[in-house]
């Protein structure tokens, strides 16, 4: 009995009231007491159960799910020891449930039909057969014949030697198994994978599987299983030269192989004996293919007289005795013959039923046709109606699209400010980011390390880093506090000192309100301004007393920016850079004037900052005053800022 056909019993274990329909409800105990005896472990005969089932369907007026069920079990009992009427009842089992487009039936169908393809070996057929009963599982969300599907697969990838893809197969059944914590499946799981390990020559796996299904084996407590697992064990032991622990399994699998009862079990384990046990005399080898040989012609067993029949006729050859070792090679001969005469006659019932499915399927498929035909016409006479419709339709779609262009050029207009922000701010970063102090910064540097100034060359490294730092934080942020502001515009003030080796001094002023964090600015707006006083105020004069004052406070709602420097003045600035600088275009001002515009949402004309020059009483210059002022915006109104 093959792995696939084993494992197959496991479905009519199912809860059966998933298969009673309404019409089966007068026959619910009637056919409680037959699943009893169905699926039942005792030693009951297996013709017994087929007789039953089939008086069971025979009396069963309704072609419903149960009867499906049965029919099916009927197939499958009987797919070793009668095959005609198990392809008889197979047969059944497709037509009514194509009939009831019963999807559930249809996979139990396809199961049976691939374990007869495979008993007659035609694999590849099975396979077939299989996948579409996996295929059709999955529709019905039924995982558990997908698992045994997935099982027969691999069993067939076993028997053709591909033992990499009857793992790849065996496993998916397993993790379902697993999920459905269905003892029985995976225990059969295990046992197939030991097998491939086994025929591999991978002993250390092969016991590892083992290891890995016997507790679930044990779990399901079925004889049939745990006489496979102690047939393994004892191959196992045979292989590794523990006699004494070989034959303990070996009599463990025939006990359990008795209690089921099952001939088969008990064949493989005669067999397996003879086979794996080395040091026990060729005679003893031969009273084992004996027994054997018993079972396997009481079975009608033609493979296993075959197989055995071949070894009994080596067996004697080793012994020189020629006249019984050519006996058995004629009956080997025999079996042999009698089997493929068998495999044609399951192949040519296997191409009947296939022809007269295909039959059925071109019957439906021109009954298909017929429909879409008239459909087709249905769908003709609804045309016009539907034209009607879309003449409606079409008039609220051009409703709907002058109302959309309104909107849209709302929405263009709002978005061209938005834009206008973004780029304003945009090249407000890129001014900040000015190349020229990037430069003179590193040359600071260059210059503390060329005259081994290497604490000031530190500093002035670790201080350039972090207002870097904050200048690209502060890309991220439209807003940020006032207090963090003023942080940053220190940090690019004592740059600016060391670079002019401590040339002025810088004194800051800040309203006590606006530095607990509920008010927010632009990211360094002021920071341009200082730049301009340094470079263009402070940097040219040859004072000794120079400095630079910002004040910061909050009146009217506004928050208000002073900034004082007393350099020399914005004329001597212009011809110093007209003598110094010919070509040098300062765009700070005037991208920093276009933000404070934006956010206080004044027009682009508007004078937002004022630049006073400031003089001495003779009338010369003696530096620079900036005046401006900010709307006030605290963090919770700074959400709907049409710059954030």
């Known amino acids: 009995m093959i792995a696939g056909k084993l494992y197959i019993c496991i479905i009519s274990r199912d809860p059966i009231k998933k298969f009673i329909t309404p019409s089966l409800r007068p026959f619910r105990a009637l056919f409680f007491l037959l699943l009893l005896l169905f699926t039942t472990r005792s030693a009951v005969s297996q013709n017994t159960r087929v007789d039953s089932l089939i008086l069971w369907v025979e009396e069963h007026p309704h072609n419903d799910s149960a009867r499906i069920h049965a029919m099916h079990t009927i197939s499958y009992l009987l797919s070793e020891s009668d095959v005609a009427r198990s392809f008889t009842y197979y047969s059944m089992v497709s037509r009514l449930s194509d009939s009831l487009n019963f999807t559930y039936g249809k996979a139990l169908g396809n199961i049976n039909l691939g374990i007869l393809l495979s008993s007659s070996g035609n694999l590849q057929s099975s396979t077939e057969a299989n996948i579409k009963a996996f295929e059709q599982a999955k529709e019905c969300n039924e995982p558990r014949i997908e698992s045994v599907a997935l099982n027969n697969i691999g069993d067939n990838f076993a028997s053709l030697k591909d033992y990499d893809k009857c793992r790849q197969y065996t496993l998916q059944a397993v993790d379902i198994n697993m999920q459905l914590k269905a003892w029985h499946g995976v225990a059969v799981n295990y046992e197939l994978l030991h097998r491939c390990d086994l025929e591999q020559g991978l002993y250390a796996d092969a016991k590892t599987n083992l290891d890995k299904g016997m507790p679930y084996a044990i779990l399901d407590n079925d004889n049939y299983i745990l006489s496979q697992y102690y047939l393994g064990y004892g191959k196992l032991h045979a292989i590794y030269n523990r006699s004494d622990s070989a034959n303990n399994y070996f009599n463990k699998a025939i006990v359990c192989a008795n209690q089921k009862p099952d001939l088969r079990n008990e064949f493989q384990v005669y067999v397996a004996e003879a086979k794996y046990l080395r040091h026990i005399p060729e005679r003893e080898k031969i009273s084992l293919l004996f027994k054997a040989m018993k079972l396997a012609e009481q079975t009608q067993y033609q493979e296993g007289i075959a197989n055995d029949a071949e070894q009994l006729s080596s067996a004697y050859d080793r012994l ?229 004052c910002l004040k910061v406070s909050l009146n009217n709602n506004m928050i208000h920016y002073i900034i004082v420097d007393n350099g020399i003045g914005r004329e001597q600035s212009r011809i110093y850079n007209e003598m110094n600088k010919p070509f040098h275009k300062s765009v700070g001002m005037k991208l920093t004037q276009d933000r404070i515009n934006i956010f206080n949402q004044s027009p682009a004309s508007s004078e937002s900052v004022k630049i006073i020059d400031l003089f001495d009483e003779e009338h010369n210059p003696i530096g620079t005053r900036i005046e401006f002022s900010l709307k006030v915006l605290t963090y919770a109104s700074s959400q709907g800022h049409p710059g954030g």
């Open 320 to 548: 020189n005795n020629r006249d019984s070792s050519l006996f058995y090679y004629r009956k080997y001969r025999s079996a042999s013959d009698s089997l493929f005469s068998e495999n044609n006659q399951r192949r040519m019932m296997v191409n009947e039923t296939e022809w007269k499915i295909r039959n059925k399927e071109l019957e439906n498929s021109s009954l298909k046709q017929l429909t879409a035909t008239q459909k087709r016409q249905i769908a003709f006479s609804n045309i016009l109606l539907f034209l009607i419709g879309l003449g409606f339709l079409l008039s609220v779609f051009v409703a709907f699209l002058l109302y959309k262009s309104f909107q849209a050029k709302k929405l263009k207009d709002v978005s061209q400010y938005k834009q206008k922000i973004a780029e304003t701010e945009m090249q407000a970063l890129q001014a900040q980011m000015n190349p020229h102090f990037f430069f003179n910064s590193l040359n600071s540097i260059e210059n503390f390390i060329m005259q081994n100034e290497k604490k000031l060359a530190s500093d002035y490294l670790n201080k350039f880093a972090r207002f870097i730092r904050s200048i690209l934080d502060s890309s991220n942020n439209d807003l940020i506090g006032v207090n963090k502001d003023i942080q940053s515009l220190q940090l690019y003030i004592d740059l600016e000192q060391l670079r002019f080796n401590n040339k002025f001094t810088f004194h800051c002023e800040v309203d006590p309100r606006l530095q607990s964090g509920d008010y927010n600015v632009p990211a360094l707006l002021v920071q341009p301004f200082l730049e301009n006083a340094i470079n263009h105020g402070i940097g040219p004069s040859d004072r000794t007393d120079l400095k630079i």
